[in-house]
């Protein structure tokens, strides 16, 4: 007769060796080992309503932010215009500033950033496009008072780093 001891670790091995499926590894086919990121445009029209103050070399921003990105990611190394076996071309059009609360009387007390990009990824050997996402965003919000308090420049960083991290899923992920 099996103990109580027994059928723990025999339930402990099924789950250790059944496993859920999950990886953390990328869909990426192998031929592609690394990327190059044109410099991206800059396409904000300022004049939107929702748009904030202009914030100097957004473009070069989010540019540097993803190659960030992909380089603590490592499955993609970055490499030459010539060489790379992926281009990633961009073009910010968005910088959006939205209002999430609002006291009674009428005090902004939480904004909502998003920097918006239009990305797409192109293979320069079979000289075709991988995948095209227009509008794609980076968001993040923050209380303009309170203890959960920062700068709207402290947000657009967060913007910038969740825009970076979700440019990298989708180059890696969607195969």
């Known amino acids: 007769m099996i103990n109580i001891r027994q059928s723990l670790w025999v339930v402990f091995g099924l789950i250790l060796f059944a496993g859920c499926g999950y990886s953390t590894g990328s869909l990426l086919p192998s031929k592609y080992r690394t990327i190059y990121i044109e410099p991206f ?19 070069v921003k989010v540019k ?7 380089l603590f990611d490592g499955h993609l190394r970055i490499g030459g215009q010539e ?18 609360r609002i006291t009674d009387n009428q005090d902004v007390q939480e904004f909502r950033i998003n920097i918006i990009v239009n990305l797409s990824l192109w293979d320069p050997v079979d000289q075709k496009e991988v995948w095209s996402e227009p509008s794609f965003a980076g968001e993040a919000s923050y ?11 402290a947000a657009v960083e967060e913007a910038l780093n969740d825009l970076a991290r979700r440019a990298v899923e989708r180059t890696l992920e969607d195969w």
């Open 143 to 153: 209380f303009v008072s309170g203890p959960l308090a920062k700068s709207e420049s």
């Open 41 to 59: 445009k800059n396409k904000v029209a300022y004049t939107q309503s929702r748009s904030i103050s202009y914030v100097p070399l957004l473009e």
């Open 83 to 100: 060489t790379a076996d992926l281009i990633l071309r961009g073009e910010l059009v968005g910088l959006e500033r939205q209002e999430l």
């Open 64 to 70: 540097d932010a993803i190659a960030s990105r992909f």
